[in-house]
């Protein structure tokens, strides 16, 4: 990617406004960690692993204005709690802040700067979550047969990380091993992710993309165009069952129907072992405005009611395999799961 | 309905623009055949019944300036094909145009001014296909259990037909004898009938619906916040497969797989016997605008690839019953629906 999700400069956090993508490549400037905060909740950055990271830097800046007051750390627990909860379903949000919290307590108590501790941890966090997609792509792309005809929705690509991607990252590593295949994108209704970001990073380095709106998809199987169904996730419980984009879940129903594989690709960090199933996995839902307006104008009668959840939950039995950075793990997602993402260590 | 679909007043057809609701309620004048050409490509009339309709007024016009040239018939079946190419997949369109132009010939042939029976034929056809719906309202609201939550896709309603609706006349006639259901309305995409016309219609009668995103169904029925599914057609074949809007066919797989019926309800004039199986259906494609553009403002990259299909077919093995005019249809359609779609009468 030419263009990167978000930078840090001057003691500024700078990330890519993807609301107004493709249009517009501007940044929003974050000055306190609350502009992080409206920045996640408004989805000017989104993406599971990137919201990570943004929340990591969020908390640097937090670190800094409680430098500020009489009682840092009292400032800076409130300030993590309030990051973890800007939004309730990607996992890897509070993983992140969880753990920069942690290296705060201890490092914090041995006298170091805890706002400069931050910062730098937020930076290995941006450097670590690109090099896993790295890994993960290198993983996954052998999955993809010769040739394939791939189906993704939403984006799970450079944008919705801190770089290559997940989903869009096992497409790229398949392409540069030089796999001739494509990629048909749903729009992801409602925001249009698919349409307004995929689309464009597919387009950036010429691998071939058709867009679909998100009822096409069983259409396109049931007419044989399609090999395979590969996205990215928010949330992976231990076991398997996995929180994505909504619409996720039609599509892995879909690709079962018509015998495709189902392949999810997502760092170690979305998987949330201390989460048992799906069914409790949060499910945010948001404003009715994302369905009644496009682009701004109104589309539906005003006064509708609206539901509008923004992810969903997809049942480990139709995911026929998970892309980590730390391998392909396949069923039964229960003992395989814990075996990759158990107690943490430093990647390799 | 308040407001008609479609009116003829002074020589000249009004068709209510579809393109234009809910924001504004416009008629578009059309004062000869290729006007209302026209207008069904543009789907400012749109539904299978509703442009069968509009063709036969559009025949009548033809008619009128057939008169005007030294061979009248080479000119009227010319337009009559013209009209029964405006859109592919739909068989109404065909249905209505050979009706009326068999009519013609037989009564031409006797002297009769045919601009005048053409128009009478339309009058006919137009208050038929309204009585049509009221009568496979009445079979099929039985179908629909005591405060059913039931989803519907694009808009199988008044605005779809001259008037009463299909699968919305079911929700109507259920309601009308006191069924508290609630609706859930897919949007819709591309064209998003089902956020602008279908929640228009039922809000108008207080029926209560909710609308969500097209990939938000399978979710709701996994969460058991839906009894049932219930569609239009655009054509139906011999074999019962079943032709409707693009994403009809997930929601079919859908429901099946949450163990829901799916029912289509449709007047005889769309199950077309010449048609064995839905294989030989010809499905539209559109324009990639309808899907790079939401309400005029572009969405997806410039140069994208698009694939675009108006219609999918659902396989009659899906399909747990077919509601039409003349009674409730069950499998095998093979033998079931020639009996009512056989050799056609009079309606009763």
């Excluded at 199987?221 to 928010?234: F, H, P, S, T």
């Excluded at 701004?296 to 009668?301: D, F, I, K, L």
């Amino acid at each position: 990617m030419a263009i990167p999700t978000m930078y840090w400069e001057n003691g500024t956090l700078y990330l890519l406004d993807q609301t107004l993508l493709p249009g517009r490549s501007e940044y929003v400037a974050c000055r306190g960690y609350r502009d992080v905060i409206r920045a996640i909740r408004t989805m000017k950055v989104r993406g599971a692993p990137a919201i990570g990271v943004a929340a990591a830097y969020g908390l640097a800046l937090a670190a800094r204005e409680a430098a500020q007051v009489p009682d840092p750390w009292d400032r800076l627990r409130a300030a993590a709690e309030e990051l973890k909860n800007a939004r309730p379903t990607a996992v890897n949000l509070a993983w992140a802040v969880d753990r920069l919290m942690e290296k705060a307590a201890v490092r914090g108590a041995q006298g170091v700067d805890v706002a400069a501790l931050l910062l730098e941890e937020a930076r290995t966090l941006q450097a670590e979550d690109e090099a896993a997609n790295r890994r993960l792509g290198a993983y996954g792309r052998d999955l993809l047969p010769h040739g394939a005809r791939v189906i993704t929705h939403c984006n799970a690509g450079a944008l919705a990380t801190a770089g290559y991607g997940t989903a869009l990252g096992v497409i790229r590593a398949a392409r540069e091993a030089g796999n001739p295949l494509r990629v048909y994108a749903t729009e992801t209704r409602p925001l249009l992710q698919g349409a307004r970001l995929t689309c464009w990073e597919l387009m950036q380095e010429d691998i071939p993309v058709t867009l679909i709106t998100d009822s096409t998809a069983g259409f396109l199987m049931a007419r044989g165009m399609a090999d395979l169904v590969l996205v990215g996730a928010d949330r992976i419980a231990a076991n398997g069952d996995v929180a994505n984009k909504i619409g996720t879940y039609a599509l892995a129903v879909l690709a079962r129907e018509h015998g495709l594989p189902f392949y999810v690709a997502a760092p170690v960090s979305t998987v949330d072992l201390a989460t048992p199933s799906g069914a409790e996995i949060p499910i945010e839902e948001r404003a009715p405005e994302e369905v009644t307006h496009v682009a701004g104008t109104r589309t539906a009668p005003e006064g509708v009611g609206v539901w509008n959840p923004a992810f969903d939950v997809t049942p480990a039995r139709l995911v026929t395999a998970i892309v980590t950075d730390r391998g392909v793990v396949r069923p039964p997602y229960g003992e395989t799961l814990p075996r990759v993402a158990g107690p943490r260590e430093a990647p390799p």
